[in-house]
């Protein structure tokens, strides 16, 4: 039978948009991803400097890690770099087809919880915005210009294999760089040690850190177009996590495996976008009630039971609009509740949604609330994989939400890399993406119905 006009047509439009939102986006965008790159390497090359120049010893307990004059300086004259690529992506004209302009709620959810906590602070606490919080407006509004889609993901997941093999490399050459050590320089041993009897902070300080980081990024290795880059990048970057020996990125990882199964394994597109739905679903449910149900322990969850119901106390005070970004700081510098060695401890309330009450109250809370379920629903609408990686990823983010702080607004820079850059990206997917995803599936029925008509 001979093909209509209407199939060639759909056929057709299915290559073009494929092309215009998948294809080749890396060539034509060397600025956007120079961006993603200067955001990694912002986080990343002063540390690296910081441990050749002598920080990559075990650490005092308690001490924070300052950095040296070289460090200060690189990440000075890369802070630039990033703020001028922003700013080019933002002012340059764009010379794509309104097909693929992303969505203006994307933008509208990602600046709103900076904004709000900005005058917050401002208003509320006589906070002055630090050149650190004004690169996230920047960042956002460049990346949602950007149009990158999913080769923006894929960016992504070529720099995080980068970062864990630069951290493999780091904790051999360094291998007492995770542990702590006492004033008299004795090594504190380490029950969480899985590997080797040391703990693998790689890049960062902390190997709860690169644990958090590498996690949030390894369903995003499900995008690599090859099937070697995407083993290596599993294999890589879980090694690194069971090396880190971080407990809650290690569990994150464990339900992400068997979600990302679940998913390869359902046949019905409908069936697997209801599994990511309440998947997510339960894992928020989860990260908001678990520092309720056990902020009576104060030794559960290795002491965050304690600082839980510590930070609630103060919740209760102002419910509404928080105590400003710099509240944990403040605190722990003081006599609290938190106890006499907070300030070495308590950086933060050790859960997403516990952290958004104190620091920005209810009213932030819900504009994160708002902000993920966008994310979510681009995520699961634009997949064009089974296994779905950008919902893989929102559940991850979630997940490692229930004991650590996954994003900051005006802080928390140092996980930008592997919070913010992809929600930016996810959420900047570009409205034609769906229609692509539709048009492919279609071809792809013609050709299984009608072999060696539709050409692959």
């Known amino acids: 039978m001979p093909s209509s006009g209407a199939d060639i047509d759909a056929q057709n439009g299915a290559r073009s948009v494929s ?6 986006a890396h060539r034509r965008d060397l600025p956007a991803v120079a961006v993603i790159v200067a955001m990694f390497a912002l986080v990343f090359v002063p540390n690296i400097i910081q441990k050749f120049l002598g920080g990559a010893s075990a650490r005092i307990v308690g001490a924070s890690v300052v950095d040296s004059a070289q460090a200060s300086l690189t990440r ?4 630039l770099v990033a703020i001028i690529l922003c700013v080019y992506l933002i002012v340059r004209r764009q010379r794509r087809s309104a097909s693929t302009a992303p969505a203006v709620a994307g933008i509208v959810v990602l600046l709103i919880p900076w904004l709000l906590l900005t005058v917050f602070d401002f208003f509320g606490h006589r906070i002055i ?5 004004l690169l996230y407006p920047l960042l956002c509004v460049a990346i949602w210009r950007a149009r990158l889609g999913e080769s923006g993901l894929r960016v992504i997941a070529r720099c995080a294999i980068a970062v864990a093999a630069i951290s493999v490399i780091l904790g051999s050459m360094f291998p007492n760089s995770g542990l702590e050590t006492i004033t008299t320089g004795q090594f504190i041993a380490s029950e969480k040690a899985l590997l080797f009897g040391s703990l693998l902070s790689g890049v960062y300080f902390s190997g709860n850190n690169l644990g958090q980081f590498l996690v949030l990024l390894l369903p995003l290795m499900l995008y690599l177009k090859t099937r070697f880059g995407r083993v290596l990048g599993v294999v890589l970057v879980v090694f690194a996590i069971v090396w880190t020996g971080s407990r809650s990125s290690l569990i994150t990882m464990i339900v992400i495996a068997v979600l990302a199964l679940l998913l390869v394994l359902i046949d019905s597109d409908t069936s697997r976008r209801r599994l990511a739905w309440v998947v ?4 928020l449910i989860v990260s908001l009630l678990v520092p309720f149900f056990f902020s009576g322990d104060a030794r559960a969850f290795t002491g965050r039971g304690h600082i839980w119901a510590t930070t609630l106390s103060y919740v209760a005070e102002s419910p509404i609009l928080g105590m400003g970004s710099r509240w944990f700081t403040v605190i722990t510098g003081t006599d609290s509740d938190f106890g006499s060695t907070a300030n070495q401890y308590v950086f933060h309330a050790h859960n997403q949604w516990l952290q958004l ?4 109250g209810v009213v932030l809370s819900i504009a994160v609330l708002a902000m993920l379920f966008i994310a979510m629903k681009l995520a699961i609408r634009s ?5 779905m990686p950008a919902a893989l990823y929102i559940v ?3 997940l490692s939400g229930i004991l650590e702080l996954n994003l900051g607004f005006v802080d928390r820079a140092i996980l930008w890399p592997s919070a913010l850059l992809p929600l930016a990206v996810i959420v900047s997917m570009p409205k034609g993406i769906r229609f692509a995803s539709k048009m492919k599936n279609f071809a792809r029925r013609q050709g299984e119905m009608h072999p060696g008509k539709y050409p692959a």
């Open 19 to 24: 092309d215009t939102v998948d294809g080749g």
């Open 76 to 79: 000075t004259i890369i802070s």
């Open 129 to 133: 915005p630090s050149p650190q919080s």
């Open 280 to 283: 997510g679903t339960i894992a």
């Open 357 to 360: 009450l104190a620091t920005g």
């Open 383 to 387: 997949a064009s994989h089974r296994s």
């Open 396 to 398: 991850a983010f979630l």
